[in-house]
């Protein structure tokens, strides 16, 4: 397991009691039990290279023990930015869990019994021993201040991707990763951003695609595009019928270099329902108005024409109940 501590930088390492070989890793307890006692000091923990096992040291995760409480899981464990094949199955892994998840509601995901986030959360490889090495493979999220609880909350949110060095965002409606996105009528304006630097190379040296529930939408095109930073809108509402989450990943073409994103959850809603609730009343009336004016991409915007205006407030008042 990688083990984070809630409330400090300093937290010491966790014992492990076993009598095992090699730091207590063979013949160590129960997962279940290690997992408990992350969680009783304080801490989350992530299932930490699931499908590699090593010699005297490591097994590969048991996925039917019905251990519970663990946040997410490590999808991308080397280093050294080989994507391997234990990579792969752990991210179809991922995928498989991330379809289990019943779609938001409400404008959130719900609770998951006995797990301390509403989904499971994918991270780069977090137990690297060499920090600060910049271009390994890390987890990386955009945070306003560098904290402890900054640190949790985007790590128990799903707000991070994993990369070796290129930065991937992808957004629904204004609502990024880790978040859930509105969508009224199945319309969403869908931006994808890659940010890499020289020593990453250009934004035409990758392969840039757009899934949805695990599955290709589109590749979407990045060879005439010049310097190391772009933006992609895509706006076809038929992409997004009955699909739950979307996630981007690139690549660049050597396979030198990868970032893979966390969901951004996706809830279809009725004209007027600015704040997903199912119910149209005087709060979705007031999160309009806070948006009066030039506003592509928001949930107020029902008829769907980058503008809040009157049009919006009757489209509103129409669907009142």
């Known amino acids: 397991m990688l083990v984070y501590p809630l409330d400090t930088f300093d937290a010491p390492y966790l014992e492990n009691p076993s009598d095992g070989l090699v730091f207590g890793h063979a013949n160590c307890e129960d997962e279940q039990v290690i997992i408990d006692r992350i969680n009783k000091n304080g801490c989350y923990g992530f299932i930490a290279h699931p499908y590699e096992e090593g010699e005297l040291s490591y097994a590969q995760w048991d996925w039917d023990n019905g251990a519970t409480g663990w946040a997410g899981l490590e999808l991308w464990s080397n280093a050294?930015?080989?994507?391997?094949?234990?990579?792969?199955?752990?991210l179809n892994r991922w995928h498989s869990l991330l379809s289990e998840i019943a779609p938001p509601t409400q404008g959130m995901l719900a609770d998951r019994q006995e797990f301390p986030t509403r989904a499971p959360v994918g991270l780069g490889n977090s137990d690297a021993h060499?920090?600060?090495?910049?271009g390994?493979?890390?987890?990386?999220?955009?945070?306003d201040a560098?904290?402890?609880?900054?640190?949790?909350?985007?790590?128990?949110?799903?707000?991070?991707?994993?990369?070796?060095?290129?930065?991937?965002?992808v957004s629904a409606n204004q609502s990024g990763i880790g978040e859930v996105a509105l969508l009224p009528d199945g319309n969403a304006r869908v931006v994808?951003?890659?940010?890499?630097?020289?020593?990453?190379?250009?934004?035409?040296?990758?392969?840039?695609?757009?899934?949805?529930?695990?599955?290709?939408?589109?590749?979407?095109?990045?060879?005439?595009?010049?310097?190391?930073a772009a933006e992609f809108v895509i706006q076809t509402p038929k992409l997004w019928q009955d699909r739950t989450y979307l996630t981007a990943w690139a690549q660049r073409t050597d396979l030198q270099r990868l970032a893979l994103t966390n969901p951004v959850?996706?809830?279809?809603?009725?004209?007027?329902?600015?704040?997903?609730?199912?119910?149209?009343?005087?709060?979705?009336?007031?999160?309009?108005?806070?948006?009066?004016?030039?506003?592509?991409?928001?949930?107020?915007?029902?008829?769907?024409?980058?503008?809040?205006?009157?049009?919006?407030?009757?489209?509103?008042?129409?669907?009142?109940?």
Request: charge should be negative; glycine fraction near 10%; charged fraction near 20%.
């Open 130 to 134: 060499h920090p600060g090495a910049i």
């Open 146 to 169: 560098v904290n402890p609880k900054t640190l949790r909350d985007a790590f128990l949110s799903g707000r991070c991707i994993a990369s070796d060095g290129p930065l991937l965002t």
């Open 265 to 321: 959850w996706l809830q279809k809603t009725d004209p007027g329902d600015v704040d997903g609730s199912g119910v149209i009343d005087v709060n979705d009336l007031l999160s309009l108005l806070a948006d009066w004016g030039p506003c592509e991409g928001c949930p107020a915007d029902g008829d769907w024409n980058g503008h809040i205006d009157v049009n919006d407030i009757l489209l509103l008042l129409s669907h009142w109940n």
């Open 80 to 90: 050294d930015g080989q994507f391997q094949q234990a990579d792969l199955s752990t």
């Open 192 to 228: 994808i951003r890659l940010e890499t630097t020289t020593e990453f190379g250009p934004i035409s040296d990758y392969t840039l695609v757009l899934e949805g529930d695990g599955e290709e939408i589109m590749a979407i095109p990045t060879q005439d595009v010049s310097g190391y």
């Open 136 to 143: 390994a493979v890390f987890t990386y999220a955009r945070l």
